[in-house]
């Protein structure tokens, strides 16, 4: 330890210590001197045989500085001044460098950061560390959110029962609700319910008057309060402290305002939406009328966070929280059994252990690690044209006894500072990049959303981030400089030194690794360029795509019913005859499901078909008989459902075409049968057999990317308050215009928290701009390797040619003609080209492959739009666009050497 | 004439000094070479590295002074530690001498 110490004070005071320990020998010396003198020895000689008798001053202050310090820090020290004086020799080198690894490290740390912040980093709350949350597998095996659902009975019996937990707090998902605010203005805000102890048994206090009391959660519908969160009481109460105390009225309850949430309070996730505001549980009825949530114990409503008491062990706490759950199955059984409970550790993400999650994230790990790739090829390349020209340096420093070793470390030394320099960029890059990113998709969501719905936003880097960097910058300085050193510090002495036996002699060697550089670059970029190919034009066809429907001129229909749900459905069917009286509206129906705006799917089971037992995953909706009309899906086959039959809830369905073809195919569909179950929220009943009695169209209600693989329509509920779709029209503003004065002349509250929005503006702008957003980091991605792979093909071409000047300068002499020579050149540039073009478009159906794979889910999307996996335009037209490219870097450097006079060309160097 | 066997040459410095006291690398050296009787042909500048060790664990401690013929040198002493050092590798030398003499004396 004393060692170590004295060790680490010498690296500072090294200069110092070898004066001290240059007196100290000279004494030593003068002393034998002395005594040879005295022995009768010459002056000369009496000092000769001095340092004769102490073995030599060099090698004793040699070996005393080696047992000094540490050598290898010093030597560090040492390599790392002369590393800068080198960068700083070659600023153009330097520049180039840094930015190329900026760029390939830029990437990768901003896809870090997004997966960061939603799958790695704590919630903010106190000792996120220790916050678990309750997860239930299901029987039926049933994937998602839903097993993070739990009933409010259920979190009850678990919070009087268990022993293992401080405390237990329960969530619910994010309910949008029709908020009207005391500036008269009406909007959609999302909300959740939370238990008293959510706040504080987190650690989270308010930032602006308080959290909940315990005893306004005991009492259902006692006490309407409400704590906003920060964004909300900042954009719409403009940071005013006042708001405090004031009412906002949600549905037919006035709400009083306790509280502001910390700003750094972006909610515990699931989904990441920030909510606008939270209230007690017990106001759910006020906050969700004609709902109950309270006292059913199937009906899973809540997310549940626990924090296990000191001591417990996250596996005592799973082992009693699953038996209490047993009993709770025991006291109400239901269809589909919970089997076990589990804990995990609370992030933003469901389900970030879910194989499929990693999947996804390991494949865009991957991409970007190619475009990183591409950079350290590029820098590999740069580095050993460079270490090339500097042979005659390092042959020189082994000559004069440099170890190999001592050698490669220098070189390494340098190679890693341009990583690190490059790193540092590329995480400054990403801060940039995520902010730009980010602002811009917000922009996108703006539209539809409004800016209530705020996706979780804290993206800023944290100490994860920092050495994720920092290890991928000194791994890629290893990686692109070990190979280079390796080589180079291999010289033969003679022939380094003679320095012209290189152009001929060693290019056959090099030029292998060279060359496969280049095949690796060339077979990364076409990869990513097909891709991003395939959605961009899948992107260009989603902004044409047509749905199948009328988007335009069809609008939802929503406003406050208020809380009382007799009354509210009265007042939903009094406006939808109204509506349909009015000549600018063409037809009005309700809805279970709004095209784009989610979906709803479920197992499909039918014996009635040739293979007689048909089992597949479908989407499904409820819709009354207007459905069709309003929208404008033909009925192809068969006919719509009857008012009668609406009303009695009869088990009859219209399917979609493709839904025809999968389960009949060439037969007639009608009065044919199939089997659901019956599904109430998000519990399951007894399975029900429907009769096929019409076929509809098929068109796209999940995704605007591909017609719904299977759907059928069924009644809606009797008496249940749906969604409205109206169709206009002529002009829509006329229409809308007498829309509003209808709705008010039969009841005076609905104006202020009427919303109408068409198909276009909603649901379906989502759609497109994720397209847009997945084809355009596609595209920045393909664009970056594609012009990192043309600077590595220029760079190495350049010192090809370079190198060759001589052989060329020959050549010519000899007789050889500018167009040989071009060719030659040319042909050798591209024989890689070649080689890695085949590679990368093997790769690029490999991704494309995997692209299909997503489509066995009747809801997924399908990113390439219907765009054949095998386009042959995308993939012909960009590998000729990348060979394009390449012949380009190489043409130029060899158009430039066929200018060169043969003679000057002889006597070059 | 012999080398210094490795290792030894710490336990030869700290002895001299536990007998001589203070002194410098030059008085050191000579000492060591005039008790060995001149068995030992010490190459004077290996006891450096020996002393930078020894200072490094603490067990000898460095000033600068002035010797006898009035130049400038460093001088050396024996500390707390280095005496209690000293005493346990002077057993542990003497034991393992002790088994190397019986071993060699065993008759064949």
Known sequence: ?909 | MSEVLQGTLDLMVLKTLDTMGTLHGYGIARRIEQVSEDCIQLNQGTIYPSLLRLEQKGWISSKWGVSENNRKAKFYSLTRAGQKQLVREAESWQKISGVIGRLLASPK
């Not at chain 1, 602006?208 to 006490?223: C, K, N, V, W, Y």
């Not at chain 1, 007799?566 to 509206?585: G, H, S």
């Not at chain 1, 088990?651 to 389960?663: D, F, G, K, W, Y």
């Open chain 1, 1 to 909: 330890m004393r060692t170590l110490l004295s060790k680490i004070r010498a690296i500072f005071s090294k200069q110092r210590l070898d004066d001290d320990f240059n007196t100290e020998l000279e004494a030593h010396i003068a002393m034998l001197t002395d005594e040879n003198l005295r022995r009768g020895f010459s002056p000369d000689e009496a000092r000769r045989a001095a340092i004769l008798a102490i073995g030599g001053v060099t090698r004793v202050k040699e070996e005393r500085r080696e047992g000094r310090s540490f050598t290898v820090i010093e030597a560090f020290f040492k390599d790392l001044r002369y590393a800068v004086r080198m960068l700083l020799k070659n600023p153009g080198f330097t520049l180039v460098a840094v930015i190329t690894l900026a760029l390939g490290i830029g990437v990768n740390t901003t896809l870090f950061t997004a997966f960061n912040a939603v799958a790695l980093k704590p919630l903010p709350v106190r000792d996120p560390y220790n916050v678990v949350r309750l997860e239930r597998w299901f029987e039926n095996g049933n994937h998602g959110d839903v097993q993070y659902a739990f009933s409010y009975p259920e979190y009850v019996h678990f919070n009087q029962q268990n022993q293992a937990f401080s405390s237990l707090t329960a969530v619910s998902w994010p309910e949008p609700v029709l908020a009207a605010l005391a500036s008269g203005s009406t909007e959609t805000l999302h909300a959740r319910l939370v238990s008293a102890n959510y706040f504080p048994d987190l650690g989270v206090t308010a930032f602006l008057g308080r959290t909940f009391l315990p005893e306004e959660d005991q009492i259902p519908g006692a006490h309407p309060v409400m704590m906003l969160s920060y964004a909300l009481w900042r954009d719409r109460f403009h940071s005013d402290p006042n708001a405090l105390g004031q009412i906002i009225k949600v549905n037919d309850t006035s709400f009083t305002i306790v509280g502001v949430a910390p700003e750094e309070f972006i909610g515990t996730g699931i989904p990441s939406i920030v909510p606008d505001f939270w209230t007690p549980i017990m106001m759910q009825a006020q906050l969700t009328p004609g709902q109950n949530w309270l006292d059913n114990p199937l009906d899973q409503r809540f997310q549940i966070l626990a924090r296990p008491k000191p001591g417990i062990s996250v596996k005592q706490a799973q082992a009693e929280i699953a038996g209490l759950q047993q009993r709770f199955t025991q006291l109400h059984p239901s269809r589909n059994r919970t089997l076990t409970v589990t804990l995990e550790l609370a992030h933003y993400l469901p389900n970030t252990n879910d194989p499929r999650f990693q999947v996804i994230v390991g494949l865009m790990m991957i991409v970007v690690g190619m475009v990183l790739f591409i950079a350290c090829a590029n820098l590999a390349n740069m580095l050993l044209a460079r270490s090339a020209a500097r042979r005659k340096e390092l042959t020189v420093r082994l000559a004069l006894g440099a170890g190999r070793s001592r050698l490669i470390r220098q070189l390494l030394t340098e190679s890693t500072l341009i990583a690190v320099l490059g790193g540092i960029s590329g995480l400054f890059l990403s801060i940039w990049a995520s902010k730009v990113l980010w602002l811009a998709i917000q922009q996108w969501l703006q539209g539809p959303f409004g800016p209530g719905a705020a996706f979780l936003v804290s993206l800023s880097p944290d100490s994860r981030v920092f050495t994720y960097t920092l290890l991928i910058s000194i791994a890629t300085g290893i990686l692109f400089g070990l190979s280079p050193a390796l080589r180079f510090s291999r010289v033969d002495l003679t022939s380094g030194l003679k320095d012209e036996a290189t152009a001929f002699g060693q290019r056959l060697d090099r030029s292998r690794l060279r060359s496969f550089l280049i095949a690796g670059q060339i077979a990364t970029s076409l990869m990513l360029l097909i891709t991003a190919g395939l959605l961009v034009r899948g992107l260009v066809r989603s902004q044409a795509v047509d749905p199948g429907y009328e988007t335009r001129s069809v609008y939802l229909v929503s406003f406050n019913y208020g809380s009382d749900a007799a009354k509210a459905l009265a007042i939903q069917r009094r406006a939808i005859d109204r509506l349909r009286e009015l000549p600018q509206v063409r037809s009005v129906t309700l809805t279970g499901g709004i095209p784009m705006a989610g979906t709803t799917s479920q197992e499909v089971q039918s014996d009635d078909t040739r293979s007689k037992s048909f089992s597949s995953d479908t989407l499904l909706a409820r819709v009354a008989p207007q459905y069709f009309e309003t929208l404008g899906i033909p009925l192809l086959n068969g006919r719509n459902f009857t008012p009668q039959e609406m009303d009695r809830g009869a088990p009859v369905a219209i399917i979609s075409e493709l839904t025809a073809r999968q389960m009949w195919p060439d037969e007639n569909p009608l009065g044919r049968h199939f089997k659901l179950q019956d599904r109430v929220g998000r519990t399951t009943g007894p399975w029900v057999q429907y009769d096929v009695i019409g076929v509809a169209k098929s068109v796209r209600t999940a995704n605007l990317s591909r017609l719904d693989p299977m759907m059928l329509y069924l009644p809606i509920r009797p008496a249940s308050l749906e969604n409205i779709l109206m169709r206009t029209e002529g002009d829509p503003k006329i229409a809308l215009a007498a829309v509003r004065s209808t709705l008010e002349s039969i009841d005076r509250n609905i104006p202020p928290s009427l919303q109408l929005i068409s198909l276009e503006q909603g649901p379906l702008h989502f759609e497109k701009v994720q397209a847009r957003i997945w084809a355009m980091s596609a595209m920045s991605l393909a664009v970056l390797a594609l012009a990192l792979a043309t600077v590595g093909i220029y760079g190495v071409m350049s010192y090809l040619v370079s190198q060759q000047t001589r052989e060329i300068g020959i050549l010519m002499a000899l007789g050889a003609t500018a167009r040989d020579v071009l060719r030659s050149v040319i042909l050798q540039g591209l024989r890689p080209v070649f080689i890695g073009s085949v590679f990368g478009l093997a790769g690029a159906v490999a991704i494309t492959s995997l692209l299909r794979a997503t489509l066995i889910f009747a809801s997924s999307p399908d990113f390439l739009y219907g765009v054949r996996m095998f386009d042959p335009v995308t993939f012909l037209g960009l590998s000729a666009l990348l060979a394009l490219v390449a012949l380009l870097a190489s043409a130029i450097p060899a158009w430039r050497a066929i200018k060169v006079d043969p003679m000057i060309a002889l006597r070059y160097e």
